[in-house]
């Protein structure tokens, strides 16, 4: 069995796969956010600007912390760590990585946040 | 004393909060999901529609319904070229994750720069593309 990866570039992997995960979640909330203020902004017109900007600003986020997840998954599933791309496609595709016992992605706004890292089957 | 048509605007933001409120507390309690997302627009467009068409919020004639002056500006260049730099970017961390691993560079400085420098960089040209291949506009009414 490959032994879990460690070190720093293991820590920073893990570390940018985590900042991943809650760019895609402060992205999307953006991008409902802007899109429900320039909703309740169409009968004015005032602030829809303002408004345009933050979903495009989210969309961007949500989109950068996609590839800042796989790429954190990808360093780590190299070196045997198999967890964080398993919840990645699980969470956008639907789909378990075999042989990875499946993991429910966990809300980065909730309190119980530090156990994101629970997403690896390395570390909790 | 407000209007009968200030009553109307107050309680057409007041009930826009509400439901905005709903929103961030659902997501909180539960979670952010794509569903509660969507869920969260339609609710809202429909709110906006109704309140528009039933007077509770006064607008003028030439108003339009909610997004419909939205405008997106898709430059498939930027874009292609935006997916390629992901592409690489994730592509070249699974290949540095190997390098590292068979090298034994795991804990050294020299192997945190060599695997993340060129991710950064590729990350960089991303957003960059992407920022050159999507624009957002709202057009005039």
Known sequence: MTP????MAADVAYGLFQMGQNAVAIGKVGVAAGTGLAIIAAPTGVGEVPAAALVAGGGMTALTG????LGGAGFLASQGDFGPLDSVLASTLNLNVPGVPSITPTNPFSSNFSSQAGASTCRH | MPSLRQWGTIAYFAIAVLIFLGFIYLG????F????DIGFVIVMWCFVVIAMKSGLVKVSPQARLPLTNWHAKFKVPSLLRATVCAVLAVAWL???????????LNDTWIGVIFAFGPFLGLLGLF???????LKVTVGRR
Do not use: N, Y
């Not at chain 1, 879990?4 to 070190?7: A, D, E, N, V």
């Not at chain 2, 909180?28 to 979670?31: A, D, M, Q």
């Not at chain 2, 699974?94 to 034994?104: D, E, M, N, P, T």
């Open chain 2, 94 to 104: 699974v290949f540095a994750g190997r390098v590292l691993l068979k090298s034994q």
């Open chain 2, 127 to 133: 957003v960059k593309f992407l920022m050159d291949g």
């Open chain 1, 66 to 69: 996609h590839i800042m997840q």
């Open chain 2, 33 to 36: 999901t794509t569903a509660l």
């Open chain 1, 4 to 7: 879990c990866p460690s070190g």
């Open chain 2, 28 to 31: 909180i309690t539960g979670e």
